[in-house]
């Protein structure tokens, strides 16, 4: 039988790489002072930090027997034998160094004012990285292949002045303190918030979240976890909402790095305004001053009252009523009863009577239906996309609607076989998923005319934690919408091939980020001019949606070459996004944008 490492520092045991190098051996005389307790175990810290920022001082002794045992206290400090544990719940998740079936071997007491000094992130530490999350990520955290190698693997020695994994990776075990802390997401369904602190940052907006940027995810961010001391945090923060100081341990559970902390969260205060100004943009009603917008409803039915009225004021006193309206996720007339029915007509009936109750202004609706059960979302709902349209403004060109299965052609001219019409909906690529609805428009005078393409591809479920240990992380199926993308992308190429001067505009949930494959390939593909570049909105105001340490862009619109060379204006109204998740109308931001379709 082996002989049991003995007498191990705490520094020794974890090490400069992310496994133990004593990781599966019996262990003894491991010595430390107990920091804090869970249900599940205790954490204990050496009384000095190695010289070495590479190695965490502190460890997770998993053991229920200890972390309940009331004569154990924070303060104490003990020695135990036990085994040196690389434990994960999940084959994603990273690695967490435990001591394992551990023996208390000797126990002093202590006093838990006398605990290790909990180290200033940003002060006693260097600044958390601010881009780059792990040496394995080829530079991009969004890169394809996912999945090409693992860090348990791979097991490189930390960097951790360089990448952020490697950053919070050193401090695994350790008190902590985070300064000045900032709230840069919602609460999720735990009370868990994502913080920054006082320390260097990228691509902080204008409300105090990070938004997301070319293979940049933002590893500077740490989520705050359950009180050690029983006490609750609150699940009604919102993005830009300041904290007191935050003490506390970091760990890794759950596929990501925690703090978490001494006691519950004090908030000091919350960004200002509260809730965003409406657009500033206005239809002059002519081809040269049309409005459009772009709306995830999320799970639209028209049962749901509070709902439809919410929808129907957020269009009129926010978005202000644009000309033309992209709305994804419009549920049928039941909703999500799965019973065979399809049809969404009273759906769209209510939130047009709603709309103009709460505004005065009468849209008319357009839509295909899906075959049941066909293109996912909520079981049941048969969600899809549709336009709402002002009929005093623009209307269907010669109007032509194509059924479930009818694949849209662009003809000669250019126009198109059906109007409206689903593109490429017997595709594979478009299993369980929304089919793009295209579309050609005209004033009402007949005068200029105009496409557009309303999308909603496939969702992002499935994915892996940035924080994991796949790298570069598993985005799923970045592969299916890069398929749907391109399929899009070559219908309206083969519009703007027999018109180059063609106004064409693809809006709606891309679910996937500007900076990232489906979204590249559609622009190098169509030739589309992105709204945010094409309107000048600036870079870290680039956001719709909010996930995780990052706030993103999902929702995307895109236009003509034409159409961006007469100049365009464009608004992210964030009414969703700076209220808490119970105020939240849906997950997602509407966007408004003023353009001009004249024909030259």
């Known amino acids: 039988m082996a002989t049991a490492a003995s007498a191990l520092s705490i520094a020794q045991l974890t090490g400069t790489k992310y496994l133990s190098p004593y990781q599966g051996q019996a262990i003894k005389n491991v010595t430390g002072i107990v920091t804090g307790k869970l249900k599940t175990g205790l954490f204990l810290q050496g009384q000095r930090r190695a010289c070495d920022t ?77 881009e780059q999350f792990s040496s394995l990520d080829g530079g991009d955290v969004f890169g394809v292949p996912n999945n090409a190698s693992q860090l348990s693997v791979v097991n490189p020695t930390l960097e951790p002045e360089t990448y952020g994994l490697d950053f919070w990776k050193s401090l695994s075990g350790e008190r902590i303190t985070i300064e000045s802390p900032v709230a840069i997401a919602k609460p999720n369904q735990y009370a868990e918030t994502w913080v920054i602190g006082n320390w260097k940052t990228s691509g902080k907006n204008g409300r105090g979240g990070l938004t997301l940027a070319s293979k940049d995810g933002n590893p500077e961010a740490i989520i705050v976890g359950s009180p050690l001391d029983g006490s609750k945090n609150k699940d009604t923060y919102k993005i830009g909402d300041q904290f007191n100081d935050i003490t506390g341990i970091v760990h890794y559970q759950f596929g990501f790095f925690y703090i978490l902390p001494t006691t519950n969260l004090t908030r000091i205060s919350s960004a200002e305004p509260e809730l965003p100004p409406p657009t500033s943009l206005t239809s002059t009603s002519t081809c040269s001053g049309l409005t459009i917008g772009d709306y995830n409803i999320e799970n639209f039915a028209p049962s749901n009252t509070k709902h439809v009225t919410a929808v129907a004021s957020h269009i009129a006193n926010y978005l202000k009523t644009p000309d033309l309206l992209f709305v994804q996720e419009i549920q049928d007339n039941n909703g999500a009863t799965a019973d065979g029915l399809v049809d969404a007509n009273v759906t769209l009936n209510t939130l047009t009577a709603a709309i103009k109750t709460a505004s005065g202004v009468s849209y008319e609706w357009t839509q295909i239906n899906p075959v049941n059960g066909s293109d996912g979302g909520q079981p049941g709902g ?48 478009f299993v369980d998923s929304r089919k793009p609805l295209a ?104 956001y719709t949606y909010t996930f995780g340490s990052s706030m993103e862009e999902l929702d995307h619109v895109f236009v003509s070459q034409a159409i961006a060379d007469k100049g365009v204006e464009a608004e992210h109204i964030h009414v969703n996004t700076w209220v808490n998740y119970d105020d939240a109308t849906s997950d997602h931001d509407p966007t408004v944008a003023k353009i001009n379709v004249c024909k030259a």
């Open 54 to 130: 590479r190695i965490a001082n502190g460890v997770y002794v998993y053991s229920s027997s200890l972390g309940t045992n009331t004569s154990i206290e924070v303060g104490d400090t003990l020695t135990v034998d036990g085994y040196a544990d690389e434990y994960r719940s999940d084959a994603g998740y990273l690695y967490l160094l435990e001591i394992g079936s551990p023996k208390v071997t000797k126990l002093v007491k202590g006093d838990a004012s006398a605990l290790p000094k909990a180290l200033v992130i940003g002060k006693d530490t260097s600044n958390p990285p601010t």
């Open 382 to 429: 048969n969600i899809r996309v549709a336009y709402l349209y002002k009929p005093d403004v623009i209307r269907l060109r010669n109007a032509n609607p194509g059924g479930s299965l009818d694949a849209n052609e662009v003809l000669a001219g250019p126009t198109l076989k059906y109007n409206p019409g689903r593109i490429d909906p017997t595709n594979a690529v």
């Open 439 to 542: 579309a050609e428009w005209e004033t009402v005078d007949g005068k200029s005319n105009f496409f557009t393409v309303n999308v909603h591809w496939e969702s992002k479920g499935g994915s892996s934690s940035l924080q994991g240990d796949l790298r570069p992380p598993v985005n799923l199926p970045v592969e299916k919408r890069t398929q749907q993308a391109n399929i899009t992308a070559t219908f309206v190429a083969q519009i703007l091939a027999q018109d180059p001067s063609a106004s064409v505009i693809v809006a709606g949930d891309c679910n996937e980020y500007s900076v990232v494959q489906p979204i590249t390939t559609f622009l190098q593909t169509s030739k589309l001019v992105d709204l945010d570049v094409a309107a000048n909105i600036e870079l870290n105001e680039r």
